[in-house]
């Protein structure tokens, strides 16, 4: 079980109270090292260091102080790349282990049990990714196709739960635009996984209160992960909702991210970068009558506490 007061980062372990005083943000579901061209086309490669690199500075230049890479097998992410990345901005990088979903599995998972998946799973937590002795911090992000998941989706979702409940880290998924979130947290229920430890991402993709309300009530986090991203939700409908979150009362459940995964949503594509949740989004709550208070609480504390295991058991 891996100490929740330490986050395994691909530079080694920190210290995560630290990590929170120095009051930079962390943000839980983004993508610095990916190859999707398969399946989405040429601008989902993040592959260059120099870019990268200076995507990193203007990030820390705007408060972002740690990121995590939620890319897997599925994402043909490069644990080398990221502490490479790491090494050279200052800003901290946790690697995910895991797989995506249907379509992005590597050959030969679908003859695998689920507990040499799972054992997969804790090996790149526990030992490292490949044999590179870079070690994963998160498991992510664990994904559907669609709004109800295939056999495999089925079996990846029960060992991810499985590997979560044996090391402890925290586990990110991927929704259809948040269709589908109550079967991820019944898989993952069913599978012994923490839900105090899990966020259900992209549920900021759909404009339902009522599902917002119903993922915080399981005792999971709820992801507002792709703020910035306008091809489904714009970010006005995205700030709405979430003040409506604040007025019921729920405000602190919810974590922060921009899930950028493409050149064209980077500073250097003209895109606003990883900084899009401060330098976009939080002005847009400030304008909605949004408190310093909750504002330093969505951007800076949920992100930490979420790390450290606050509300670990399914406590809301």
């Known amino acids: 079980m891996i100490d929740k007061t330490r986050l395994r980062t691909v530079s080694g372990d920190v210290d995560i109270e630290a990590l929170e005083a120095s009051g930079g943000m962390a943000l839980i579901h983004e993508h610095l090292s990916c190859d ?39 994402h043909l992410r490069e644990p080398v790349f990221l502490r490479n990345l790491a090494d050279k901005s200052g800003v901290h990088i946790v690697a995910s282990a895991g797989h995506y979903r249907e379509g992005f599995f590597p050959e030969g998972l679908q003859a695998m049990s689920e507990d040499a998946i799972a054992g997969g799973i804790v ?27 295939t056999v495999l989706e089925e079996k990846v979702f029960a060992a991810s739960a499985q590997a979560q409940a044996q090391t402890g880290v925290p ?36 404009d339902d209160n009522s599902a917002h309300v119903g993922v915080v009530e399981s005792g999971a986090w709820l992801g507002f992960d792709r703020i910035n991203s306008l091809r489904y939700q714009t970010d006005e409908v995205r700030a709405e909702r979430l003040v409506q979150l604040l007025e019921s009362g729920l405000g602190h459940r919810v974590v922060l991210s921009t899930d950028t995964a493409m050149v064209t949503r980077l500073q250097a594509g003209g895109g606003a970068g990883y900084g899009a949740v401060i330098s976009e989004f939080l002005p847009m709550l400030r304008a909605l009558g949004v408190t310093d208070e909750w504002i330093h609480t969505l951007s800076v504390t949920n992100n930490w506490r979420f790390l450290a295991g606050y509300g670990s058991g399914g406590d809301v």
């Open 36 to 74: 999707l061209s398969a399946g989405f086309g040429p601008e989902y490669v993040l592959r260059d260091p120099g870019m990268l690199s200076d995507e990193l500075a203007a990030a820390r230049l705007a408060g972002v102080s740690l990121i995590v890479d939620v890319g897997n097998s599925g």
């Open 123 to 149: 090996k790149e937590i526990e030992v490292g990714i490949g044999d590179t002795g870079i070690t994963a911090g998160a498991i992510g992000e664990v994904g559907m196709t669609e709004g109800r998941a």
């Open 171 to 206: 586990l990110m998924t991927h929704t259809a635009q948040g269709v589908g979130w109550e079967k991820q947290v019944q898989m993952l229920r069913d599978g012994g996984a923490d839900l105090g430890r899990v966020i259900i991402g992209h549920m900021d993709c759909l």
